[in-house]
């Protein structure tokens, strides 16, 4: 599932991505992008699908660089907004 994020991360610097979602969860989620993150990273962005927006705070658990593959654990999920 193709998405972007958009927002800050914890050192104040501007996060704008496209990701390709492979696994999510209630408590996590598992995404490839071009775009490097880094271990413990927290992210406070928005997550913009074709059809809906979330604002999202989440933490990088872990990475996988071969595969530009990522795993993060969702710390909040604040709203899920349709858009037309």
Do not use: C, H
Request: aromatic share 8%.
């Amino acid at each position: 599932m193709p998405l972007r994020l958009r927002g800050l991360n914890s050192r104040g610097e501007s996060v704008d991505a496209a990701i390709e979602v492979v696994d999510i969860s209630l408590a996590g989620m598992g995404f490839e992008s071009a775009r490097e993150f880094q271990d413990g990273e927290i992210l406070y962005v928005t997550l913009l699908g074709r059809n809906y927006t979330s604002e999202v705070n989440m933490q990088i658990l872990w990475k996988d660089r071969q595969r530009r593959r990522y795993g993060a654990r969702i710390l909040s999920l604040t709203s899920n907004t349709p858009t037309t």
